[in-house]
């Protein structure tokens, strides 16, 4: 199963397997949040970011300022 087809009883279940017990009327709001989360997820895994390097690589020191416009 995945988090898409996340139900709420699943959700329980993941929630207190991970030592987080939840009230029962906090079910449905986790499971929504969840596939929310693995939908945006998914987006991201989808792009492309070729040579773009890791964000330790970016030297604020190294950033030429232009003015112009």
Known sequence: MSA???APPDA???AARAGLPLPADRHAAV???ARHIHS???VLRELDF???PPAPAYRVE???H???V
């Open 4 to 6: 898409s087809d996340l």
């Open 12 to 14: 329980a279940r993941w």
């Open 31 to 33: 499971a929504a949040v």
């Open 40 to 42: 945006v997820v998914a």
């Open 50 to 52: 070729g040579d773009t």
């Open 62 to 64: 190294e950033e030429k």
């Open 66 to 68: 232009d003015a112009a």
